[in-house]
């Protein structure tokens, strides 16, 4: 498709998103595996960019991965998720940003049901005062934290430290974007772009100064599967998911991948791990895998922050390529130190990837 | 109609997401778990609209119907609105509830899954919680997670988190009060009657096996039969 004809999809798919004043929660995965992107998220957006971001300890997950794992009731998701919402209301909020894809995804889907069976949403709202005294409301606007990232992203841009350009050659880094299935594939209306053409994270990287890489399998799932994964037994779906799509995205070269998924990161950084310990074959440049990044973890690299304040040391594949191309100073001796520099020693390194 | 498709069409998501199937494939041809394992979402919404009892049955009683990732693809294709995914999630919940589930390999990974994911929302508050994802039970976490479980306090420190504190922040402590309103919505929406409900199919299935539960558990985890691939 030309280009024009994609701007013009991308155009009927613009989502309201309101400027400011959120209730915050967060997401199960991203927190555990990344939870400096999260702490960068409110970084930027509170202090950075002065808005109210508010979050309670009260909040919990929203039961998402166990739902789509199939181990809770629909009528449990959905109760519980009245109460991350009844929470909102209680505290003033009418605008709900989540961390976490899958949260996003069933946001849309719950309110999109009770939209259509409103005798359900008479239900939960019984249960919910019943069970945890609270009233049950709706946001206003319900949108990703991506969301609110791709709506300051000229913002950021303006205050950009580095871009995504390498700086030895002048040329844009080439950007693989991979959108978390549930932001937009079950309902395209409530993604930045839709499902086709996502711009959540193609946004990011033009303002950034960086290339969209096009690559067939761009759209096809990182193959985490819920049970897919979390079942030993079941982990070769996960991978050979991944793997179609790093053997996809090869013969572009790609410099780096940026993700809007808490776990498509993970699963794409680790099994380009255990592909090259398996078989040998790294998907980057001499030997280095491809490095897969968070969008707060992008952000803050443009922005200037510390690329281990980022938790970029948390990867199994190393960063520095990129931070060597985008011209980002660091210390590899404070990689893997604690706070206060406190000596944690370091991970054994892998065999067969750097 | 059937008893089986009148259980089905009490499911929202069925009734959402099943409009007349015209057999086209494109939810097949898309989908990442139809590519690898012996898996066809089309033959699916196909024998569900069919209202064909036996086949029903035996769907709900099969391998098949736990091979979907739930990835949702198949939605975003569907040319007549359906949407296979949130079909195989009505089949799914009927045959937990029927007990139909534990006679299929896969479909009794469901005991893990009811324990683990459900142990951790009513322990901690959510579905993942880092001290229970050890590097032994997942190696391909790599080297670097090895690392990190080993210094988890110090690496949240380091990063920001709020470690099983108090207060708000990344995997904070989730106040107890909180944790047993999600106990009480458990008990009023299905999800405690659900996991009792897996546990004892588990229980009987092990039996019947000559299996203890510890090696039942074994079994389920790791164990995965030729049958299911594509290759």
């Given at each position: 498709m030309i280009y024009e004809g994609k701007q013009k999809i991308w155009s009927e798919y613009q989502k309201e998103i309101p400027d400011d004043h959120y209730f915050y929660v967060r997401s199960c995965i991203r927190q555990s595996f990344f939870p400096a992107s999260e702490a960068t998220f409110l970084e930027i957006t509170?202090?950075?960019?002065?808005k109210d971001i508010f979050e309670t300890e009260h909040h919990t997950t929203c039961g998402g991965i166990a739902y789509h794992s199939d181990a809770i009731p629909q009528e449990t998701a959905m109760t519980i998720i009245a109460r991350q919402f009844g929470l909102m209301h209680k505290y003033g909020y009418e605008n709900y940003v989540c961390s976490c894809i899958t949260s996003f995804g069933l946001y849309c889907e719950t309110l999109e049901t009770w939209r259509q069976f409103p005798e359900l949403a008479a239900k939960i709202a019984d249960i919910l005062w019943k069970t945890c005294k609270l009233e049950f409301a709706k946001p206003r606007f319900i949108v990703h934290a991506s969301d609110l990232i791709y709506h300051y992203r000229n913002e950021i841009a303006a205050m950009a430290?580095?871009?995504?350009?390498?700086?030895?050659?002048?040329e844009p880094l080439k950007v693989v974007e991979h959108i978390g299935c549930h932001y937009s594939k079950?309902?395209?209306?409530?993604?930045?772009?839709?499902?086709?053409?996502?711009y959540v994270l193609a946004g990011m990287i033009e303002a950034w100064g960086g290339q969209v890489v096009d690559y067939p399998?761009?759209?096809?799932?990182?193959?985490?599967g819920f049970r897919q994964y979390f079942i030993k037994a079941n982990r070769g779906y996960s991978l050979s998911n991944t793997y179609k799509k790093f053997e996809s995205m090869e013969?572009?070269?790609?410099?780096m991948i940026i993700t809007n998924c808490p776990g498509c990161p993970y699963f794409m950084d680790r099994w380009q791990y255990v592909i090259a310990e398996e078989t040998?074959?790294?998907?980057?440049?001499?030997?280095?895998?491809i490095p897969v990044f968070t969008y707060e973890e992008v952000a803050g690299l443009v922005l200037g922050y510390d690329p281990w304040d980022l938790g970029l040391?948390?990867?199994?594949?190393?960063?520095e390529p990129v931070l060597d191309k985008m011209g980002i100073k660091y210390d590899p001796s404070r990689k893997?130190?604690?706070?206060?520099?406190?000596?944690l020693g370091m991970p054994v390194c892998p065999g067969c990837i750097k | 109609m059937g008893r089986l498709f009148d259980l089905l069409m009490k499911d929202y998501r069925l009734r959402e997401g099943l409009?007349?199937?015209?057999?086209?494939?494109t939810c097949t041809a898309v989908c990442p778990a139809a590519e690898f394992y012996r898996y066809d979402p089309r033959r699916i919404v196909d024998t569900v609209q069919s209202k064909d009892e036996d086949a029903i049955e035996k769907l709900l009683k099969s391998?098949?119907?736990?091979?979907?990732?739930?990835?949702?693809?198949c939605v975003t294709r569907c040319p007549r609105k359906n949407a296979p995914g949130m079909i195989v999630m009505a089949l799914r919940t009927l045959s937990i509830d029927l007990g139909?589930?534990?006679?299929?390999e896969k479909g009794r990974q469901q005991f893990i899954l009811s324990k683990d994911l459900c142990g951790n929302i009513l322990d901690?508050?959510?579905?993942?919680?880092p001290r229970r994802f050890d590097y032994a039970g997942?190696?391909?976490?790599g080297r670097v997670w090895e690392w990190e479980e080993k210094h988890l306090d110090d690496v949240f420190a380091r990063l920001g988190g709020n470690l099983?504190?108090?207060?708000?922040?990344?995997v904070r402590r989730i106040p107890q009060e909180d944790r047993d309103e999600l106990k009480k919505i458990f008990d009023a929406t299905g999800a405690t009657q659900r996991m009792k409900t897996v546990e004892e199919a588990a229980e009987k299935k092990a039996e019947e096996l000559g299996l203890t539960m510890e090696e039942f558990t074994r079994k389920v985890y790791n164990e995965s039969g030729p049958q299911h691939y594509n290759h």
């Amino acid at each position: 498709m030309i280009y024009e004809g994609k701007q013009k999809i991308w155009s009927e798919y613009q989502k309201e998103i309101p400027d400011d004043h959120y209730f915050y929660v967060r997401s199960c995965i991203r927190q555990s595996f990344f939870p400096a992107s999260e702490a960068t998220f409110l970084e930027i957006t509170r202090n950075r960019l002065g808005k109210d971001i508010f979050e309670t300890e009260h909040h919990t997950t929203c039961g998402g991965i166990a739902y789509h794992s199939d181990a809770i009731p629909q009528e449990t998701a959905m109760t519980i998720i009245a109460r991350q919402f009844g929470l909102m209301h209680k505290y003033g909020y009418e605008n709900y940003v989540c961390s976490c894809i899958t949260s996003f995804g069933l946001y849309c889907e719950t309110l999109e049901t009770w939209r259509q069976f409103p005798e359900l949403a008479a239900k939960i709202a019984d249960i919910l005062w019943k069970t945890c005294k609270l009233e049950f409301a709706k946001p206003r606007f319900i949108v990703h934290a991506s969301d609110l990232i791709y709506h300051y992203r000229n913002e950021i841009a303006a205050m950009a430290r580095h871009r995504l350009v390498n700086v030895h050659t002048g040329e844009p880094l080439k950007v693989v974007e991979h959108i978390g299935c549930h932001y937009s594939k079950m309902f395209p209306s409530k993604g930045v772009g839709g499902a086709e053409y996502p711009y959540v994270l193609a946004g990011m990287i033009e303002a950034w100064g960086g290339q969209v890489v096009d690559y067939p399998e761009r759209r096809h799932c990182c193959g985490f599967g819920f049970r897919q994964y979390f079942i030993k037994a079941n982990r070769g779906y996960s991978l050979s998911n991944t793997y179609k799509k790093f053997e996809s995205m090869e013969p572009y070269h790609p410099d780096m991948i940026i993700t809007n998924c808490p776990g498509c990161p993970y699963f794409m950084d680790r099994w380009q791990y255990v592909i090259a310990e398996e078989t040998g074959k790294t998907y980057g440049e001499n030997g280095h895998g491809i490095p897969v990044f968070t969008y707060e973890e992008v952000a803050g690299l443009v922005l200037g922050y510390d690329p281990w304040d980022l938790g970029l040391q948390t990867h199994q594949i190393g960063p520095e390529p990129v931070l060597d191309k985008m011209g980002i100073k660091y210390d590899p001796s404070r990689k893997y130190l604690g706070l206060k520099g406190k000596d944690l020693g370091m991970p054994v390194c892998p065999g067969c990837i750097k | 109609m059937g008893r089986l498709f009148d259980l089905l069409m009490k499911d929202y998501r069925l009734r959402e997401g099943l409009n007349a199937c015209i057999n086209c494939g494109t939810c097949t041809a898309v989908c990442p778990a139809a590519e690898f394992y012996r898996y066809d979402p089309r033959r699916i919404v196909d024998t569900v609209q069919s209202k064909d009892e036996d086949a029903i049955e035996k769907l709900l009683k099969s391998d098949t119907i736990w091979y979907c990732g739930e990835c949702m693809s198949c939605v975003t294709r569907c040319p007549r609105k359906n949407a296979p995914g949130m079909i195989v999630m009505a089949l799914r919940t009927l045959s937990i509830d029927l007990g139909y589930f534990i006679e299929s390999e896969k479909g009794r990974q469901q005991f893990i899954l009811s324990k683990d994911l459900c142990g951790n929302i009513l322990d901690y508050g959510y579905c993942v919680y880092p001290r229970r994802f050890d590097y032994a039970g997942h190696p391909e976490a790599g080297r670097v997670w090895e690392w990190e479980e080993k210094h988890l306090d110090d690496v949240f420190a380091r990063l920001g988190g709020n470690l099983d504190g108090e207060g708000p922040g990344a995997v904070r402590r989730i106040p107890q009060e909180d944790r047993d309103e999600l106990k009480k919505i458990f008990d009023a929406t299905g999800a405690t009657q659900r996991m009792k409900t897996v546990e004892e199919a588990a229980e009987k299935k092990a039996e019947e096996l000559g299996l203890t539960m510890e090696e039942f558990t074994r079994k389920v985890y790791n164990e995965s039969g030729p049958q299911h691939y594509n290759h």
